[in-house]
């Protein structure tokens, strides 16, 4: 997997923004460093960043970079359009 850090849209940012701001209780899809494919359900605690690279942090104590997102609640990351999840239930 790619590791340099690719910024993400500025509108997906902002809806990560306000669901952080409700510590919304989402299910959380993303690709870990080592290209695992994840599925996790935590509340959202905020965003951060560090050096170049912004992060999601969850309920569960992980951080997780933007660009290695897919799916936050109902909201598909740039890059992920709906035939994506056909197969996701």
Avoid: W
């Avoid at 942090?57 to 970079?65: D, F, H, K, P, Q």
């Amino acid at each position: 997997m790619n590791t340099a850090y690719k910024p993400v849209d500025r509108k997906f940012y902002d809806e990560l923004q306000a669901l952080a701001k409700e510590k919304a209780y989402v299910r959380i899809q993303f690709y870990t460093d080592i290209h695992e494919f994840l599925t996790i359900n935590a509340s959202l605690k905020g965003l951060h960043q560090q050096g170049e690279e912004e992060y999601l942090l969850v309920s569960t104590g992980e951080e997780i970079r933007l660009d290695r997102l897919v799916r936050v609640g109902n909201t598909a990351a740039p890059g992920y359009d709906e035939d994506y999840f056909k197969c996701d239930c």
